[in-house]
């Protein structure tokens, strides 16, 4: 009886709990329904409510943008002058006018996964050079309505071919523009196009104004294969060989950057994986293989090797790699120490150092010891054999004695054979006493003939050829007074295998000069016997700042 009651009330319990819910959840609907009720009724009021506000409705002045050509699709030359007229009409036209710009944005890909845009021109119609790298793009036309501030847009396709700058071949000319320096374009030996400003545009600043060595960098070890490198005062940039946009900068060039920062010189040898650097008297090696036209930091400083541990070294003592193609599998140097006045060898593979070191001992009969010259030098450049025989390239080294009044020209084979060197030199070819060279001490241009024995230079405002067996130098052009020359140098391109259409390997010499405010380029043609054909210039350019370097930049792979 007892479990009977207890559970009849727990039933009772349970029934008294259900009908307390569903007598809440009724009250609750209720309590819904009349906050809904509410809402409706003063929405409705609300919208019944005479709005007596002073409004005044425009219609939008509709733009319309067409272009004059036959499609919305263009394709121009990297390097060329993209143009798009478009007619522009209105319904409703304004008298304040309408303003323009027109923007190109790069594409998406692996490579460059945000797109970049740049500014093309800000008038109706459109002509701008276009320096992007090929691929295809965007061209968007923008129309702003002055009055109303509404843009109306249409976009065109672009396709940019391969371009002068990194197809083909010219000159880069590293000169001093107002806001520091600059560097351009000069198609050769196809002639007449100029490409200012390459650098300031594609990277929204100059270069340091002290510029003062640009070397185009070409190489197997790498793809791309080619690349720039600019020196200053206290920086140096490399750049890509596209559009020279910057890919690094001082610190990023090296794994630990120098304390003093004084870029003196830079040499690449062409076929192998070696960069030396010269920076405040020390030495800094790097390779070729990092992939993407990047390259792998400097390493160093090198010092030690000949006499001390604090062995330095002068500006200028690189000697051009002696030829930029070595011996198969050899990545060494021939340098000149100003403090003990002798060659010394450094070799630097896969940045194994096993140099500075000296020669062996002079082989008798030799012309001279490559341990001890005993003399100031002055200028190096290539010369016999200088890019054509790579197991027997030579190079000309210019020396002044230490009584200042003597020249001499040494000529230097540089071959070891291996990678360590033989116990007698192989090196010392020959020594040409200069005779009769007016100016060449006081030169600041020194360029050889790689086959023949002939030197070129500047003294004020004239250009000498020095015959290096005779030792007697002759004018063979003078430029008017007042006209300064900048930089002399051979057309030495490197190519691999010589293309039919070039003039050939050191048959033209360029000459940058700063004249009349501006600065110039101009090429003569030379003869066998390396006077200037026609005794006159063949081009001339102008409308640059004042040239502080130039290079010649092949086709990339060449």
């Known amino acids: 009886m007892m479990n009977v009651e207890c559970t009849m009330w727990t039933l009772d319990v349970k029934r008294g709990m259900s009908n307390y819910i569903k007598s809440k959840k009724r009250l609750m609907k209720k309590y819904v329904l009349t906050l ?26 509709a733009i319309a943008i067409k272009t004059t050509a036959a499609s919305d699709s263009f394709t121009v030359a ?55 790298i090929p691929n295809n793009y965007l061209v968007t036309a923008q129309v702003t309505d002055q009055k109303s501030g509404v843009t109306f847009f249409h976009t065109f396709y672009v396709t940019v071919t391969p371009d002068k700058l990194s197809m083909n071949e010219g000159w880069l000319v590293l000169e001093q523009a107002s806001g520091g320096s600059d560097v351009s374009y000069l198609s050769y030996p196809a002639t007449g196009t100029i490409m200012h400003n390459i650098y300031s545009l594609n990277n929204a600043g100059y270069l340091p104004s002290d510029a003062f060595s640009l070397t185009v960098v070409n190489t197997i070890r790498q793809n791309p294969n080619q690349y720039v490198m600019i020196l200053s005062g206290s920086d140096m940039v490399q750049a890509d060989y596209l559009k020279l946009s910057k890919v690094a900068g001082y610190n990023n060039l090296f794994f630990t950057p120098p304390s003093t920062r004084r870029p003196q010189a830079f040499s690449s040898r062409l076929q192998t994986n070696m960069n030396l650097l010269l920076d405040n008297n020390s030495l800094f090696l790097s390779n070729n293989t990092a992939p993407a036209q990047a390259i792998d930091p400097f390493v160093g400083p090198y010092t030690g090797g000949v006499g ?37 060898y450094f070799y630097g593979g896969s940045l194994t150092l096993l140099g500075p070191v000296n020669f062996g001992a002079a082989a008798a009969g030799a012309p001279f010891d490559m341990n001890n010259i005993g003399k100031q030098y002055l200028h190096v450049d290539n010369t016999v054999d200088g890019y054509r025989n790579e197991f027997a390239s030579t190079f000309f080294c210019l020396f002044k004695n230490n009584n200042n009044d003597s020249l001499f020209l040494y000529q230097v084979l540089n071959k070891t054979g291996s990678n360590s060197l033989p116990a007698t030199q192989v090196n010392a070819i020959a020594i040409y006493p200069v005779l009769n060279a007016p100016g060449l001490a006081t030169a600041k241009n ?21 015959n290096a067996q005779s030792g007697q130098a002759h004018i063979i052009y003078s430029f008017p007074a007042g ?42 043609n030379l003869s066998p016997s390396g006077d200037i054909t026609g005794n006159t210039y063949t081009n001339v350019w102008g409308g640059f700042g004042n040239i502080k370097d130039f290079a010649f930049k092949k086709v990339a792979g060449q």
Do not use: M
């Open 36 to 61: 809904v009720i509410l809402f409706s009724i003063t929405f409705f009021l609300t919208g019944c409510y005479k709005d007596k506000g002073n409004y005044n409705y425009h219609a939008v002045n």
């Open 78 to 132: 990297a390097g060329d002058t993209l143009r798009i007229n478009v007619n522009v009409t209105q319904t409703i036209p304004v008298d304040s006018g309408l303003s323009y710009k027109w923007i190109i944005t790069s594409p998406f890909n692996s490579v460059q996964p945000s797109p970049t845009q740049n500014i093309l021109g800000t008038q109706q119609n459109l002509a701008a050079q276009i320096l992007e």
């Open 308 to 344: 001390n541990n604090n062995l330095k070294y002068n500006t200028n003592i690189i000697s051009n790699s002696g030829s930029p193609i070595p011996a198969s599998g050899y990545d060494y140097y021939i340098l000149y120490d100003d403090l003990s006045q002798r060659f010394i």
């Open 446 to 466: 020194f360029t050889s003939s790689d086959y023949t024995y002939q030197v070129y230079y500047e003294s004020g405002n004239n250009i000498y050829v020095l």
């Open 483 to 524: 006209v300064q020359i900048n930089v002399v140098k051979l057309f030495k391109p490197q190519y691999v295998k010589f293309p039919a259409y070039a003039p050939a390997d050191c048959s033209v010499l360029a000459v940058a000069t700063q004249e009349a405010g501006q600065g110039k380029l101009y090429t003569f």
